[in-house]
């Protein structure tokens, strides 16, 4: 990094007008170590960008003026600055001695009557409408301009970032910076989550984009309408961000009464409806009445102020229409044929609408006519549930992708920038982000919209720095950038939660990149001891562990990484690391007992012994990851991990259950098993068809280990519907009178059971406990009925778990062997899968 030093008759000047800092203070400004703190306060880090020299001033003698016609979005500029000097209105002298000025420049580099240095390279840039530069034209004046009014606003944020943590009420340092800047996707963003609301959150690290779900309606006489979220175009606007409404994927229409409502845009024959799921179906494209539906939506969507894009999901699923249409150009061109058709009808009512489609896993096979089906000023968006949301170590971007980039056509991508998109896990890689990023620059692509739900602050690592190299994919290593990031997030200790995030990151993406814990923890790892198959090393979830001393090389450095995390005093970071650290551990535990038991002689006592050691080992493993996650959860948001977080939560039990139950013929036994979540009943449509609310009584006698604290979990897992808990109580009855039931406890409290659950959990606390009588869990439920409801609002579906709260300070002793009561090994397969 270049750093200029000023001449002493320069900094003599300043006197008059600034406090200047003493000569040994400057002099040490005019070294590359004195720049780094500043640079550190800047994601992302700029292009271009050399400093001159820093004075101190009184914020009140400090005027940030705009030019004469300013935008409403240049005065939102200009309100950054007036905030990151911590300026209200009045505050500032009436003769400033120093005037920050901004706004648009004409291209050849003037604002007004000022010649910036360096602007006249604005209009070359990549990108240059987000271009910006911030110069120095006086010892008393610094000018901020872009060639539109988004350009001054990210110049605005790159010197608020400076601003911002180098003042007091009575003094702030303004550094004399140079820079030329400019961003290498166009668009970065994402969908999903809450990005919706977090715009302003997102724009202060220069994402410029969300893509989100439009608000379609089938009518009752069978047109279409749509509408959008109310001010948020205009909020974004003023932030220089983007929102882009969505038309959700063409095969998961159904639930809006399109069928219903207009039978004749039915996709024809088998091939068009997906089997075993009720609600996804393809309409035919070719039909006139969807095509007209689709025109419907897409006008009044372009109708709405501020809407420059439409983007339009392509189907999902590989489906088919079998009308004669549809045959002969394919599934997925006729789709792509319709929305094209769609977007010409609604660009009468917006001339510049521009359409975006977004391919799939669905379309895949077949990727190559929809790029040629599309016109050449159609946007295209790269989405694959396989390809995509993926963690690995591949290319994301394909050949015919990467060629279809290279032509100049208007390509972007929606990567996962998590773990997987099944599971809510922490990840904080800077490895695993700047290879997606940089693939995505050199390939010539236009536009990230990243993936990242629930919240980005569970994901503040991984989603800050795909806004870091997003925009210079070329700039800062991972080290750096993570110092940067541990700099704004105000760390105990910068260098040490760098060093941190540099050293737990590639073994993060051992784990996540390898499947865990989706979709390893779905069934692969219990089916692997059940099966008494041999693990494989450097496959399936296994697949980043090539060996045996990579897993203990990756244990080892988990213990480095929770040294320097439990130093850092950082709940956030302890709890990723306590997270990513029992994932390695139960994956080590899980392959030991594996190698064991696939042998072809039975295990020795002693061995057996071991593998008990191992088993709990396993456990604790999966205890560790569970209470991370939810320490996780509170230091991100409080408790709003949402949905997919407590299946990630049921998941790690269940496995560990899947793995303990398939122990027991070696007479082995987990004596962590009573802690385990377990499903001791479901509820479904037909529950609820008759008398309200619905009383059920599970039997859970197999459940109950003792005295203690019992929690009772509700998880929706299917339909349109949500249900609602009022009571849920634990009672006993004589096993040979099991209707004789006396309530011992209740919990009374509503919870909401749906896709958004709220209250979900039921505490019982067991004073007592009588190996003579049965225990049951009796739950008061209401439903919604199905039987008066169009399929597509059908649906009131759920699963209800048990276990026991383990104490603090609880002991957990190894269980005695049992007999072992081995049955012919099963027939041997392979286990990377």
């Not at 009140?60 to 003026?65: G, L, N, P, S, T």
């Not at 379609?216 to 929102?243: V, W």
């Not at 996780?632 to 998941?651: F, N, P, V, Y």
Request: aromatic residues 8%; hydrophobic residues 40%.
């Amino acid at each position: 990094m270049n750093i200029s030093l000023t001449s002493s008759l320069k900094r003599h000047c300043l006197v008059v007008l600034l406090v200047a800092w003493s000569a040994a203070q400057a002099a040490s400004d005019a070294s590359a170590d004195a720049a780094k703190p500043w640079l550190r306060h800047l994601i992302p880090l700029p292009k271009e960008i050399t400093f001159k020299d820093f004075v101190k001033s009184n914020p009140a003698d400090v005027a940030v003026k705009l030019r004469e016609g300013a935008t409403d979005v240049e005065q939102q500029a200009a309100a950054l600055l007036n905030a990151a000097l911590g300026q209200t209105t009045g505050q500032v002298t009436a003769k400033p001695k120093f005037e920050i000025l901004l706004g648009r420049c004409t291209p050849d580099g003037k604002l007004g009557r000022v010649k910036i240095p360096g602007a006249d390279k604005l209009a070359g840039k990549p990108n240059s409408d987000q271009a910006y530069v911030i110069a120095p034209v006086s010892s008393r004046t610094l000018v901020l301009a872009g060639l539109t009014e988004r350009g001054v606003y990210y110049a605005a944020r790159t010197l608020s970032q400076l601003l911002e943590t180098r003042r007091t009420a009575t003094a702030v340092t303004l550094p004399l910076v140079r820079v030329l800047d400019w961003p290498d996707l166009s668009e970065r963003g994402e969908w999903g989550g809450n990005a919706p609301s977090d715009c302003e959150w997102m724009s202060s690290y220069k994402l410029n984009l969300a893509e989100v779900h439009s608000d379609l309606k089938i009518n009752a006489d069978g047109t279409g309408s749509a509408s959008f979220k109310p001010g948020l175009i205009e909020q974004g606007r003023l932030h220089a961000f983007q929102f882009v409404p969505i038309i959700m994927h063409v095969d998961q229409l159904a639930p809006l009464g399109l069928f219903s409502k207009c039978p004749e845009t039915r996709g024809v024959g088998p091939a068009a409806k997906l089997k075993g799921h009720a609600y996804v179906e393809i309409p035919c494209s070719s039909n006139a009445r969807y095509q007209a539906i689709l025109s419907q939506w897409m006008t009044d969507l372009a109708r709405i102020k501020g809407v420059e894009v439409i983007c339009v999901w392509l189907s999902e699923n590989d489906l088919k229409c079998g009308c004669e249409t549809c045959k002969q150009i394919g599934e997925f061109a006729a789709e792509t044929r319709a929305c094209v058709n769609a977007w010409k009808e609604a660009r009468k009512a917006n001339p510049k609408l521009k359409l975006r489609l977004l391919l799939t896993q669905g379309s895949y096979k077949t990727n190559d006519k929809v790029l040629a089906e599309a016109p050449p000023e159609v946007q295209v968006s790269y989405y694959d549930g396989g390809r995509t949301y993926d963690s690995s170590r591949e290319p994301m971007i394909y050949p015919l992708l990467e060629e279809f980039a290279r032509s100049g056509r208007w390509l972007g991508v929606y990567p996962q920038i998590i773990s997987a998109w099944r599971v809510v896990c922490p990840w904080s890689s800077p490895q695993f982000v700047k290879y997606r990023m940089t693939e995505f620059v050199d390939k010539k692509l236009v536009n990230l919209c990243a993936y990242a739900p629930p919240h980005n602050r569970m994901y503040d690592f991984n989603v800050t720095a795909a806004a870091e190299w997003s925009w210079n994919a070329h700039g800062r290593d991972e080290r750096e950038f993570a110092a940067a990031w541990a700099t704004r997030r105000g760390s105990k200790d910068v260098e040490k939660t760098a060093d941190w995030a540099v050293l737990l990151g590639p073994v993060s993406w051992d784990v996540y990149g390898s499947g865990v814990p989706y979709p390893a923890y779905f069934g692969s790892a219990a089916r692997m001891i059940r099966n008494r198959a041999k693990p494989t090393l450097g496959k399936g979830m296994y697949r980043y562990f090539p060996s045996e001393e990579h897993l203990r090389e990756d244990l080892a450095i988990c213990e480095r990484a929770g040294v320097l995390a439990a130093s850092l005093d950082d709940p956030w970071i302890v709890a990723e690391t306590q997270v990513v650290s029992g994932y390695v551990k139960m994956l080590a535990k899980l392959h030991d007992i594996a190698a064991l038991i696939s042998r072809g002689t039975p295990p020795s006592d002693a061995e057996r012994q071991g593998m008990s050691r191992d088993l709990l080992a396993f456990a604790q493993a999966g205890v560790q990851v569970n209470e991370g996650l939810k320490a996780w959860e509170a230091a991100s948001l409080g408790t709003k991990g949402g949905g997919r977080l407590s299946d990630t939560l049921d998941i790690t039990d269940q496995t560990v259950a899947q793995v303990s139950q398939a122990l027991l013929p070696f007479g082995v036994r987990n004596p962590l098993a009573p802690y385990l979540s377990r499903e001791i009943g479901q509820y479904h449509d037909n529950d609820f068809e008759g008398k309200q609310p619905v009383r059920k009584s599970l039997d859970v006698t197999s459940a109950i280990s003792g005295t203690g604290v019992y929690q009772v979990k509700f998880t929706h897992t299917e339909g349109y519907n949500a249900a609602t808990v009022s009571r849920v109580a634990l009672a006993s009855a004589p096993k040979a009178h099991p209707d004789q039931l006396t309530e011992i406890v209740f919990d009374k409290h509503q919870g909401v059971i749906g896709y958004s659950p709220r209250d979900p959990v039921y505490s019982l606390a067991l004073p007592a406990h009588d190996e003579s009588l049965s225990y049951f869990v009796v739950v008061e439920i209401r439903g919604a009925t199905s039987s008066d409801k169009v399929p597509e609002r059908r649906g009131c579906n759920g699963s209800i778990t048990l276990w026991k709260v383990k104490q603090p300070g609880e002991e957990i002793k190894e269980l005695p062997l049992l007999p072992m009561t081995l049955a012919k090994k099963p027939v041997k397969k392979s286990a990377g899968k």
